[in-house]
């Protein structure tokens, strides 16, 4: 193959509660979103019993797509898009998540949106949950702790597959469902899976245990679509930070083995219907009496992806120390700075080369295809007198990543179906709440304390991945 295929689906990603705002609208309910406040660089968001007076929630307003996405979907055409990936906020279609009927004015709401991507030929890339469960579902029943959750999550599923099957053929369940693996810290537990730990709680069981709900979850969505309309591709969706030894000592390289099991197993069960061998040895090891049953097991053995969504913005680096003899992943502590590589403002490191490697290794475990659903840089932008944004180090940044990822494609044989770059239009970071860690091609005049017009904006990385698309990636 010389290039891309022809039908490669070039577009951009963003996620429901980062840019629709309308936080209250169309009786949209309070989702985990809706509760974490504005953080910085290191500085955690706080996540809030409810929603309390006085306090900073930038995604309640966000960037008022909800309001705007007409114009906002008019510029994605203008830059040639194929696909758009979006999330259909849980709360918009069932409010507090345990209802039996769903929201008709979030049905719609989706509807018109979807009507106006297809309208400009924009296929819509749809997950189902993008950190952002209905925030009942914490208060009532613990988040994913129960396994009453599942049954909510299927009814919401089979109400949008139904719903919108003859618009959105491209569907993904939970976006980074293996970001809980950093489950010593509160964000990602929260945002994956509604857990609010307890003090002192031993909070490796209860990741996996709500791990293991979504998973027999997501099998049964997949089951459904299918049964639905067998059109319809469902995906997983993995945070794809591939893991270095730091050295070629050989407990460096063991231990970054051990930190790739420990944080990818989650694809080996969307993907092969089972758990890894080695994953049920540490839950013995350990001691993990988990709720996993028979019926749990058949599920997932039927529900098995059609593809692999995953997400790249940097690869880890990982070394075996003294006080880890069992070489033991705890990614809280286990990471080190790779020297070979340099960082983005947030201390992101930026490797291109891992991208290709990423995509290797996806495609060597399991032979499916392979959508990268997420890649940018989350980077400082200044607005020109003249109105102009020249982010040229976000089109660097893109351009190697996407040279790399040819490689991948046409060195190397890899079964690529399309790319989407992350925050194509400027909007609210999930890790920090912050407007000013910007990735889009389109600039959007919001500050972190909420001030702005809301007006859009090209930047100059707009023309740029115009160009890329109309030459199906030649143009770098
Ligand atoms: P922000 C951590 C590591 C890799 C991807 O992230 C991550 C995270 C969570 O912060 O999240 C994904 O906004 C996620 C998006 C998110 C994007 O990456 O923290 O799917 O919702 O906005 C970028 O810079």
Request: hydrophobic fraction near 40%; charge should be negative; include cysteine.
């Given at each position: 193959m010389s290039g891309f295929k022809r039908d490669f689906l070039w577009g951009g990603a963003v996620a429901a509660h980062q840019l629709e705002g309308g936080w209250k609208e169309g009786g949209k309910g309070v989702s985990v979103a809706d509760v974490m406040t504005a953080g910085a660089n290191g500085v955690p968001r706080e996540i809030t019993d409810g929603v309390l007076p006085g306090k900073n929630y930038p995604n309640h307003e966000a960037i008022d797509f909800y309001h705007r996405y007409k114009e906002d979907i008019r510029l994605f055409a203008e830059m040639g898009f194929k696909c758009f990936r979006t999330s259909i906020a849980w709360t918009r279609i069932f409010p507090l998540g345990d209802e039996s009927e769903p929201n008709e004015a979030g049905l719609r709401f989706y509807d018109d949106l979807f009507d106006e991507c297809l309208k400009y030929g924009i296929e819509p890339v749809i997950t189902l949950s993008h950190f952002e469960m209905p925030y009942h579902l914490v208060t009532e029943y613990g988040g994913w702790r129960s396994r009453k959750v599942i049954d909510f999550f299927v009814r919401f599923a089979k109400a949008v597959f139904?719903?919108?099957?003859?618009?959105?053929?491209?569907?993904?369940?939970?976006?980074?469902?293996?970001?809980?693996?950093?489950?010593?810290?509160?964000?990602?537990?929260?945002?994956?899976?509604?857990?609010?730990?307890?003090?002192?709680?031993?909070?490796?069981?209860?990741?996996?245990?709500?791990?293991?709900?979504?998973?027999?979850?997501?099998?049964?969505?997949?089951?459904?679509?299918?049964?639905?309309?067998?059109?319809?591709?469902?995906?997983?969706?993995?945070?794809?930070?591939?893991?270095?030894?730091?050295?070629?000592?050989?407990?460096?390289?063991?231990?970054?083995?051990?930190?790739?099991?420990?944080?990818?197993?989650?694809?080996?069960?969307?993907?092969?219907?089972?758990?890894?061998?080695?994953?049920?040895?540490?839950?013995?090891?350990?001691?993990?009496?988990?709720?996993?049953?028979?019926?749990?097991?058949?599920?997932?053995?039927?529900?098995?992806?059609?593809?692999?969504?995953?997400?790249?913005?940097?690869?880890?680096?990982?070394?075996?120390?003294?006080?880890?003899?069992?070489?033991?992943?705890?990614?809280s502590k286990s990471l080190v700075s790779n020297p070979y590589v340099k960082k983005s403002d947030w201390g992101w490191q930026i490797d291109p080369v891992g991208l290709r490697y990423s995509l290797n290794w996806f495609w060597d475990h399991y032979q499916l295809p392979l959508f990268i659903v997420e890649n940018g840089f989350g980077a400082i932008d200044v607005l020109e007198s003249d109105g102009s944004v020249n982010d040229q180090y976000r089109i660097d940044y893109l351009a190697a990543h996407i040279a790399e990822m040819k490689k991948a494609v046409v060195e190397d044989g890899v079964d690529l179906m399309g790319y989407t770059p992350w925050g194509c239009i400027d909007l609210v970071s999930a890790g920090t709440g912050e407007m000013k860690k910007r990735y889009g091609f389109i600039y959007v005049d919001k500050d972190n304390d909420g001030n702005g017009t809301l007006a859009r904006s090209r930047k100059r990385s707009f023309s740029w991945y115009q160009k890329v698309i109309s030459s199906n990636g030649e143009s770098l």
């Open positions: 139904s719903r919108y099957q003859h618009k959105v053929k491209y569907w993904m369940t939970f976006n980074e469902i293996n970001n809980q693996a950093n489950f010593h810290r509160d964000f990602a537990p929260f945002t994956n899976s509604g857990l609010r730990y307890r003090p002192g709680e031993d909070r490796e069981p209860v990741m996996f245990q709500a791990a293991h709900y979504e998973l027999v979850a997501s099998a049964l969505a997949v089951k459904a679509a299918r049964d639905i309309n067998p059109e319809l591709k469902i995906g997983c969706m993995i945070a794809m930070c591939p893991i270095y030894p730091l050295t070629c000592a050989p407990d460096d390289v063991m231990m970054a083995m051990n930190a790739m099991h420990r944080r990818y197993w989650f694809t080996d069960v969307h993907v092969r219907g089972k758990y890894p061998q080695h994953l049920l040895n540490y839950f013995a090891r350990r001691g993990f009496a988990l709720d996993i049953t028979d019926a749990d097991r058949a599920a997932l053995a039927e529900g098995c992806v059609d593809y692999i969504g995953f997400s790249y913005y940097m690869s880890f680096t990982t070394k075996a120390t003294d006080d880890n003899p069992g070489l033991d992943y705890d990614e």
